[in-house]
């Protein structure tokens, strides 16, 4: 069973850039389907970005040429590298991760997920 926990939100300039990281304990990330997720007060979560135990990534569109996820199994941990941030861009993110995921942009694939780390882009 992964514990999950994010780190790296801030505050942030449009245009700047964050890099959130996502560190596992319990149990071996390269096992396991990853993703990034955000959600403003009052919406869904959304997904934001995957990465499969092969490295097979997938993005929402909103996103697709401005963030980038990556994995490093030597140290549990997953990123999101994230550039061009935009004030749309603004929400609580969190890690989420299963053994098998159907949809790897769905919330409803997962279990196992952090507690999130906000980030805040204003003009």
């Known amino acids: 069973q992964a514990q999950l926990m994010e780190s790296g939100g801030g505050s942030v300039q449009t245009g700047g850039s964050l890099r959130l990281s996502c560190v596992a304990s319990g149990d071996t990330l390269s096992n396991y389907c990853l993703g990034w997720f955000r959600q403003i007060p009052g919406k869904e979560r959304e997904g934001v970005a995957a990465?499969?135990?092969?490295?097979?990534?997938s993005y929402a569109d909103s996103v697709k040429g401005r963030f980038t996820i990556s994995k490093d199994n030597a140290k549990n941990t997953l990123y999101l590298q994230m550039n061009s941030l935009k004030q749309e861009d603004t929400a609580m993110y969190y890690c989420?991760?299963?053994?098998?995921?159907?949809?790897?942009?769905?919330?409803?694939?997962?279990?196992?997920w952090g507690r999130g780390t906000q980030v805040i882009v204003s003009s």
């Open positions: 989420a991760a299963d053994i098998r995921v159907m949809s790897p942009l769905s919330e409803a694939s997962y279990l196992y």
């Open positions: 990465i499969s135990p092969d490295g097979t990534t």
